[in-house]
């Protein structure tokens, strides 16, 4: 049975998300190694499982965070698609029921697309909720772009659910000597809507 314990010991899969996150610091992008995909898979795991999904299905959820960024290994551009492919050969190759493939590589596909129900639903959201300082792989402020000023403004973030009244709050701490409240609000608009 393939689990998430199963996946994240998975060699393959773990130097996929290495040189992934090779590849995206080579273009200077923020960091989406084993901290980035471990907290966006224990995120949407946990959100399916405070919505009251079953075990079965957060499983799937957090199977899907840890493996979400392994296209970035093959181009920016598309990653989310790419990365579908690369999940379905690597669960396929170790005997994953072809049901569960098929919700894993659906949300790995969709999540930059902003839609999809329930397990791409809590990818998209742990994906985009990741705002933290240690993202940022450039310490020169100076070149920051508007990613490098978010993530570094950030002092601390908590993603709150309240299931009974349907809400979803992210909360940040931020400084505001790095990144202006516009740059949050570009950037959050632009992942969230």
């Known amino acids: ?35 980035h995909v471990t907290h966006v898979a224990k995120t949407a795991g946990d ?28 181009n920016r551009v598309d990653h989310s698609q790419s990365g579908a492919i690369m999940a379905f050969r690597l669960l396929d190759k170790m005997g994953m029921d072809a049901r569960d493939i098929a919700a894993v590589v659906s949300a790995i596909g969709n999540h930059d ?14 994906d985009k909720s990741d705002v933290r300082r240690s993202r940022v792989r450039n310490r020169e402020p100076a070149t920051f772009d508007i ?7 950030v002092n601390d973030t ?15 701490d931020i400084d505001t000597s790095y990144g202006s409240v516009m740059d949050f609000f570009e950037i959050f608009h632009v992942r969230m809507s």
């Open 47 to 74: 959100l399916l499982t405070k919505l009251g999904y079953d075990a079965h299905t957060t499983e799937l959820a957090c199977i899907a965070g840890y493996l979400h960024d392994i296209g970035n290994l093959v």
């Open 158 to 172: 908590a993603l709150e659910l309240d299931a009974a009244a349907k809400t979803l709050t992210l909360r940040l």
């Open 113 to 126: 697309e902003g839609t999809g129900v329930p397990i791409a639903a809590a990818l998209i959201l742990a």
């Open 1 to 35: 049975m393939v689990t998430y314990d199963s996946i994240r010991q998975n060699a393959a899969v773990n130097t996929y998300i290495e040189e992934a996150d090779h590849a995206l610091g080579a273009l200077g992008y923020t960091e989406h190694s084993f901290a």
């Open 147 to 153: 990613h490098d000023r978010v993530n570094f403004s």
